[in-house]
C-alpha cells in the first residue's frame, strides 16, 4: 500500500499503535471467554474490520459509498 495512504488511514487499518507493524484488515477474530464475552468480541472485531476495508474502499472519493452489507 502507497506510504502517504498508509499514514492517512493508519488509524483506521494498522491494529497497533507501533505504525510499522502490518496491516492487518483479514485478522480480526480473537476468542476467549464465555460464549457472551466471545460474541460481544467478534462484534467487535467485526465492526473494525469493516471500518478498515471500508476507509481503503472509499479511499480519495468526495462521497462514501457503502454497499449496505454490514
Known amino acids: 500500500l502507497d506510504q502517504s495512504i498508509r499514514h492517512e488511514l493508519s488509524r483506521h487499518i494498522i491494529p497497533s ?30 465492526t473494525m474490520a469493516y471500518r478498515g476495508v471500508s476507509s481503503l474502499q472509499n479511499y ?4 462514501p459509498q457503502y454497499d449496505g452489507q454490514a
Open 17 to 46: 499503535t507501533i505504525e510499522d507493524k502490518p496491516m492487518a484488515l483479514n485478522f480480526f477474530l480473537k476468542v476467549k471467554g464465555s460464549t457472551a464475552v466471545a460474541t460481544r468480541q467478534a462484534r467487535y472485531d467485526g
Open 60 to 63: 480519495s472519493r468526495e462521497e
